[in-house]
């Protein structure tokens, strides 16, 4: 008797489930022919219709000058020219001559755009964090409500990828009091596994600051205004870079006042915090000062691996193979 019933319930799942793919793929085939014999001859008529779903999405206005389409590895792919972004205020923010996308098969599903590539080239951008921690991208805030948890960055992190190439960004503190970090021959990839954010940037730093330097990340997190909730690991590397001034934009070590050299380090974040870290230094002319209660130091050079690590109540610090 039980077992009839299993096999009863069994044969359902397996006609439920079978006849949920072949509705599935139906519909990847409606939309497949629409895109080919409908959008693809008329898609620049559909220049208002998509800057308004993008403005559902995100919340941000955005005017697309031309618009093409076309196939790509079996996936739909749109092409925007001369998109012109808006602030809150309706004021012109952003101009971006090429944007290139292919839309993921995923939006059927879902019912919103989501897209399996976004590409943009030789962009000139400015991000500002204002003293209440609100980052804002050429004038246009990432997240929007009181809870801050819409708007552009929310839509961003969905996306299957994102990739910025010969690019230069400007980083604007507010909240930090530092001066502006301008970074040219930025590449930039976003991608996202699983619910994993896998980060990996490359930039060229002032020259007071360094040498080209590399940042990779895998990162966990819904909310691009809760990075308090994110957990992961970053990993940074500086083949030559001025701490001293590095650490105006990024107060990590705040015990070094002075040092140039290579830096090779792992963090790992929990809750936004840094709980645990691996340092390699070659470092010269060391200055700092390890606890207020001690003289400074000052060292000619400095070479070896600091372990970092925070346990509940204090900071538990090692070293290995340190030279001075």
């Known amino acids: 008797m039980i077992q009839s019933i299993f096999a009863t319930v069994m044969r359902w799942v397996l006609r439920f489930v079978l006849w949920s793919g072949v509705v599935f793929v139906l519909c990847v085939l409606v939309v497949g022919l629409v895109f080919q014999f409908w959008f693809l001859p008329r898609a620049n008529d559909y220049r208002d219709d998509i800057a308004a779903a993008v403005a559902r999405a995100t919340g941000t206005q955005i005017q697309i000058g031309a618009l093409s389409g076309q196939w790509h590895q079996w996936r739909p792919s749109v092409t925007l020219r001369k998109v012109l972004v808006k602030d809150p205020n309706g004021r012109d923010a952003l101009a971006i001559d090429e944007i290139q996308s292919e839309i993921a098969w995923k939006s059927v599903a879902l019912g919103e755009i989501r897209l399996h590539r976004l590409e943009v080239s030789r962009l000139s951008l400015e991000i500002r964090r204002d003293i209440h921690g609100q980052v804002f991208v050429a004038g246009i805030p990432l997240t929007r409500g009181e809870d801050r948890t819409g708007g552009l960055g ?4 969905r996306q299957d990828s994102i990739r910025l190439t010969e690019s230069a960004l400007r980083w604007i503190d507010d909240k930090q009091a530092a001066p502006p970090l301008e970074l040219g021959s930025v ?4 991608w996202n596994r699983f619910g994993v954010h896998h980060v990996q940037l490359q930039a060229t ?7 080209p330097f590399a940042i990779q990340a895998e990162m966990k997190g819904d909310l691009a205004a809760q990075l308090s909730a994110w957990d992961g690991v970053l990993r940074v590397n500086f083949p030559y870079a001025n701490l001293g001034e590095i650490i105006r934009y990024w107060p990590v ?16 974040v929990e809750k936004g915090v840094i ?9 010269a002319n060391v200055a700092g000062r ?6 400074p130091l000052q060292l000619s050079r400095l070479s070896g691996r600091i372990d970092y690590m925070r346990v509940p109540g204090h900071l538990e610090m090692k070293f290995k193979d340190v030279s001075f």
């Open 154 to 157: 929310e839509w961003l992190l």
């Open 290 to 295: 390890l606890s207020q209660d001690l003289e």
């Open 187 to 190: 590449e930039l990839t976003v």
């Open 253 to 268: 070590v705040t015990s070094i006042e002075q040092a140039a050299g290579s830096v090779e380090a792992r963090f790992e």
């Open 205 to 211: 730093p002032p020259m007071t600051l360094g040498a």
């Open 275 to 283: 709980s645990k870290a691996q340092a390699t230094l070659a470092l």
